[in-house]
C-alpha cells in the first residue's frame, strides 16, 4: 500500500494538454519552450544509456557533469523570465560551464588520430549511442536557437553547440578505447 504522505507522481494538471512554467504561467505541451526542454530531457536521457554502458570512469565523471548541466539548461528553457538562475544555484550555468567542455574536448581529442574525413556515425554500441546523443543535442540547440535570442541566456546555445563537439569527441575516444576503427565517408 502507497505511503499517502509523500506527494504522487502524478498531478493530473496536464490532463488538458497544458504544462506550467517557473513563472507560473500555462502553456501547451507543444510549446516551442516546451519543445526546447523537453529535446534537453531526451539528451539527458540518452546519456543515462550511455552511462549505464560504460566503464571509463574519467567519461562518466564528465557525463555526470553534463546530466547535471542538462538539469540547469532545461530550468532556464522553463523561465521565460529569467529569474530561477537568481533563486536557485543549481540552475546556474556560465561561461565556466563551457570552459569545462572545451577543457575536457581538448584532453579527450589527445588521445585521438587527427580527423581528416567526416565519419559516419557508429562504431561500438556505446559510441553509437554517443552519437546519437549528439544529434540530439543538435536538435535541442536547433530548438533553443528557434526560440529567439531574448528568450534565453546566450550561455545555454553557447554550452549546447560546445556540448554537441564533446559528445561527438566521446564517441570518438570511447570507439577507439573499443579498438573500432571508424569508417570514413
Same mark, same amino acid.
Given at each position: 500500500? *502507497?505511503?499517502?504522505?509523500?506527494?504522487?507522481?502524478?498531478?493530473?494538471? $496536464?490532463? /488538458?494538454?497544458?504544462?506550467?512554467?517557473?513563472? $507560473?504561467?500555462?502553456?501547451?505541451?507543444?510549446?516551442?519552450? @516546451?519543445?526546447?526542454?523537453?529535446?534537453?530531457?531526451?539528451? *539527458?536521457?540518452?546519456?543515462?544509456? =550511455?552511462? /549505464?554502458r560504460?566503464?571509463?570512469?574519467?567519461?562518466?565523471?564528465?557525463?555526470?557533469?553534463?546530466?547535471?548541466?542538462?538539469?540547469?539548461?532545461?530550468? %532556464?528553457?522553463?523561465?521565460?523570465?529569467?529569474?530561477?538562475?537568481? %533563486? =536557485?544555484?543549481? *540552475?546556474?550555468?556560465d561561461? $565556466?560551464?563551457?570552459? &569545462?567542455? !572545451?577543457?575536457?574536448?581538448?584532453?579527450?581529442?589527445?588521445?585521438?588520430?587527427?580527423?581528416?574525413?567526416?565519419?559516419?556515425?557508429?562504431?561500438?554500441?556505446?559510441?553509437?549511442?554517443?552519437?546519437?546523443? %549528439?544529434?540530439?543535442?543538435r &536538435?535541442?540547440?536547433? %530548438?533553443?536557437?528557434?526560440? $529567439?535570442?531574448?528568450?534565453?541566456? *546566450?550561455?545555454? =546555445?553557447?554550452?549546447? #553547440?560546445?556540448?554537441?563537439?564533446?559528445l561527438?569527441?566521446?564517441?570518438? @575516444?570511447? #570507439? /577507439?578505447?573499443?579498438?573500432?576503427? !571508424?569508417?570514413?565517408?
Amino acid at each position: 500500500m *502507497a505511503d499517502s504522505s509523500f506527494p504522487r507522481i502524478y498531478t493530473k494538471t $496536464g490532463d /488538458a494538454g497544458d504544462t506550467g512554467l517557473f513563472d $507560473g504561467t500555462r502553456v501547451s505541451k507543444a510549446d516551442p519552450r @516546451v519543445e526546447a526542454y523537453g529535446d534537453v530531457d531526451e539528451l *539527458a536521457a540518452w546519456l543515462g544509456l =550511455v552511462c /549505464a554502458r560504460l566503464a571509463d570512469d574519467d567519461l562518466l565523471a564528465v557525463i555526470g557533469d553534463i546530466q547535471r548541466d542538462l538539469f540547469a539548461v532545461g530550468a %532556464r528553457l522553463a523561465d521565460p523570465r529569467h529569474r530561477i538562475s537568481a %533563486r =536557485v544555484d543549481k *540552475a546556474d550555468l556560465d561561461e $565556466g560551464h563551457v570552459q &569545462r567542455l !572545451e577543457q575536457a574536448i581538448d584532453r579527450f581529442e589527445s588521445e585521438l588520430a587527427p580527423l581528416r574525413r567526416f565519419i559516419l556515425a557508429g562504431g561500438s554500441e556505446t559510441g553509437a549511442t554517443l552519437h546519437l546523443a %549528439r544529434a540530439v543535442c543538435r &536538435r535541442a540547440e536547433r %530548438r533553443v536557437v528557434g526560440l $529567439g535570442a531574448d528568450a534565453v541566456d *546566450a550561455v545555454v =546555445v553557447i554550452y549546447l #553547440n560546445r556540448l554537441s563537439d564533446l559528445l561527438f569527441v566521446m564517441a570518438r @575516444v570511447v #570507439n /577507439a578505447r573499443a579498438g573500432v576503427p !571508424e569508417t570514413e565517408w
